[in-house]
């Protein structure tokens, strides 16, 4: 199993542009989750999914977007990026017990 | 609403010391709570995860207790080694079945 994977790894963005950041695991996991991680912080909820085609809001979703067409993928959609979106994304998935994660994008918004 | 302190934030020791690192959280109507370790730059690395109704969990040098009442866990680390340096996120999981995260220790073993 690749667990969890993320791309890209690093990207740079200009004020008011749009990207997804894709994320996908193999491991057959109903819950899905998106967090970001600000420095010297602990991580927060944007977005999660308890499953295909169920999503919710986190703690701080704004600004950003999300779909959950199949068990596998949970890509994060930023419209019209902001420098205060600058941050690391960390998606992580779980059924049952422990969640894993997967490698994070750092993302800047100039 | 569930929150999640660290203490320290930060903890510098030399090598071979036994330390322990603290967790406590608000809302003790949780499922599970997990240790994670985080390496610079990198992502987070599950380490070791107590069930509400234990009270341990062991893993090789690592230690974890778990008394929910008083919403407290703790994480002990034998003999550190400078391999042991990194940041140490503990998280717990209520019934909404969403991780709520500390901000963590940044761990230091000095040679």
């Known amino acids: 199993n690749a667990g969890v994977t993320q791309t890209p790894k690093f990207r740079i963005l200009k004020i008011g542009q749009s990207m997804t950041l894709q994320c996908t695991q193999d491991?057959?996991?109903?819950?899905m989750y998106w967090y970001r991680q600000d420095p010297g912080m602990g991580l927060k909820l944007i977005y999660y999914s308890v499953g295909a085609g169920i999503t919710d809001k986190g703690e701080v979703p704004n600004g950003y977007n999300v779909s959950r067409s199949t068990t596998e993928d949970f890509p994060l959609r930023l419209e019209l990026a902001a420098p205060s979106q600058t941050s690391v994304y960390f998606c992580?998935?779980?059924?049952?017990?422990?969640?894993?994660f997967g490698p994070g994008t750092r993302l800047t918004v100039t | 609403k569930q929150e999640v302190t660290q203490i320290p934030a930060a903890l510098s020791v030399p090598e071979g010391e036994n330390l322990v690192l603290n967790c406590s959280f608000t809302d003790s109507a949780i499922y599970n709570l997990q240790w994670f370790r985080q390496d610079p730059g990198k992502g987070l690395t599950s380490l070791l995860l107590i069930q509400s109704s234990q009270r341990e969990q062991t893993s090789g040098r690592l230690n974890a207790s778990l008394d929910k009442s008083s919403g407290r866990s703790t994480l002990y680390i034998a003999a550190s080694q400078p391999g042991d340096s990194a940041t140490y996120l503990c998280a717990v999981r209520g019934g909404s079945e969403k991780l709520v995260f500390g901000k963590g220790t940044k761990l230091t073993v000095n040679p």
């Open positions: 992580a998935s779980h059924r049952g017990t422990e969640q894993y």
């Open positions: 491991m057959n996991h109903n819950y």
